[in-house]
């Protein structure tokens, strides 16, 4: 007669499976969800469970946090960071970061954005107490100052990725501390950084010769200096670049990432009122192969030669926005159809180019079969009613924007940008 389930089960298959065998078989469960059901067979399912667990998300506390590390000791993804509109009180403070660094010491990743409340004194025990610290995001963690990060960028000498995007007080000391001890550095996250300077990228691309991602948008004391000193010390590496209403930055940047920088993917560059058609033509060539996003919304100096130049050279090209740019007209697409040009763009944003016709539309149509977003709004010749009147057809994968303030966004597309 075959035993019926008791009690007993449990404690055969633990005489039976050795831990790594548990552990072969939690291996294989798919969703977190299957795997925090493992944990709940008994306390040594629970244990294992626990030490293999390698990514957390958790609330802040001293208490909890001690309790989490004795818990999960194997944890290498640790975030704490806030909503910048929904903050629970007082948030993650100093007393958390010192209990991170004695309890996560093997700690690769740590998530501290919005946590406005943090200050030097908890990344000063950051930076002594997590050498293997790989990255780092304190966005928005505004109290913070040089001081702090510097003994991170001492003590973290693997960091390769590092946003401070918002830490105002930061300046091209922190940039200067980095190119000495952090030179696996990948990716600086430095947006809206007001006293960072040409002299503080400059020294950065002294030492970080990998950086793959920079952005140093709305950074308005950078300009072509810096720009210029970064694309040849990472010629090779660089894939993403943004500098959205950097005002400085003009065509000699833009020359000098077309001369070193072939791997380029994304570059933003909304804003940059200074450049022009000769640097863009040139961008277009010498990283045909490789360009994939380009923002440059408000460089009012752009015209239909640049917006040609790229279709015609970039096939890899996938969203490209050339809002407000005024000399934009139907002349950029002309000769698409004509040549069999077909174009892998999804996303294009002509916004506010009040040269635009109904004519330059149904040409972007026939000729951009992938693309799923179409961005019209504030072009007064191209309306829902002209567009009908002339029997253009829109296809229903494309989503056209003929209506709302260029203020709002569409979250499908800001993705790319």
């Known amino acids: 007669m075959s ?29 977190e969800s299957e795997r925090d059901a493992f944990g709940l067979v008994c306390r040594r399912w629970l244990r294992i469970q626990s030490s293999e667990r390698r990514r957390l998300r958790a609330r802040a506390g001293p208490s909890m946090l001690r309790r989490l590390a004795a818990r999960f000791p194997g944890i290498l993804e640790l975030d704490l960071s806030q909503s910048p509109s929904r903050s629970f009180y007082p948030g993650v403070i100093d007393d958390d970061l010192n209990v991170i660094a004695g309890g996560f010491c093997n700690l690769r990743v740590l998530a501290l954005q919005n946590c406005k409340g943090i200050t030097d004194v908890g990344m000063v025990k950051l930076g002594e107490g997590l050498p293997c610290l790989q990255t780092l995001d304190v966005s928005h963690c505004k109290k913070l100052s040089d001081k702090g990060l510097k003994v991170v960028a001492s003590g973290c000498r693997k960091l390769r990725q590092l946003h401070i995007a918002g830490c105002r007080l930061i300046t091209d000391n922190l940039l200067r501390a980095m190119s000495k001890s952090c030179l696996n550095l990948e990716e600086l996250g430095a947006a809206g950084l007001n006293s960072i300077t040409d002299a503080g990228i400059s020294a950065l691309a002294d030492g970080c010769h990998k950086m793959k991602s920079l952005d140093i948008s709305k950074c308005n004391k950078v300009g072509d200096p810096g720009i210029c000193k970064i694309a040849e010390a990472s010629s090779s590496s660089l894939v993403s670049l943004k500098l959205l209403d950097c005002s400085k930055v003009g065509n000699k940047s833009i020359h000098s990432l077309a001369k070193f920088c072939c791997n380029l993917e994304t570059l933003i560059i909304g804003g940059c009122q200074h450049i022009s058609d000769e640097s863009i033509e040139a961008l277009a060539l010498a990283c045909c192969s490789r360009l994939r996003i380009l923002r440059m919304d408000w460089c009012l100096k752009i015209t239909d030669a640049s917006l040609r130049s790229l279709l015609c050279n970039c096939k890899l090209l996938a969203a490209i926005d050339v809002g407000c740019c005024d000399q934009i007209t139907d002349a950029a697409f002309q000769g698409m159809e004509a040549n069999l040009f077909r174009s892998e763009l999804r996303v294009l944003k002509i916004n506010n180019c009040v ?43 494309c989503k056209v924007n003929f209506e709302g303030s260029l203020s709002e966004s569409d979250s499908s597309v800001d993705r790319f940008f």
């Not at 002339?390 to 296809?395: F, K, M, N, R, S």
Request: proline letters at 6%; glycine letters at 10%; charged letters at 25%.
């Open 3 to 31: 035993a019926s389930p008791s009690e007993g089960d449990e404690a055969v298959i633990n005489g039976v499976l050795t831990d790594d065998e548990l552990r072969a078989v939690l291996t294989r469960l798919g969703p």
């Open 355 to 397: 040269g635009l016709t109904v004519l330059g539309v149904s040409r972007v149509i026939e000729s951009c079969k992938a693309l799923e977003y179409l961005d019209v709004r504030s072009c007064p010749q191209v309306t829902r009613q002209s567009c009908e009147e002339a029997g253009l057809q829109l296809p229903g994968s």
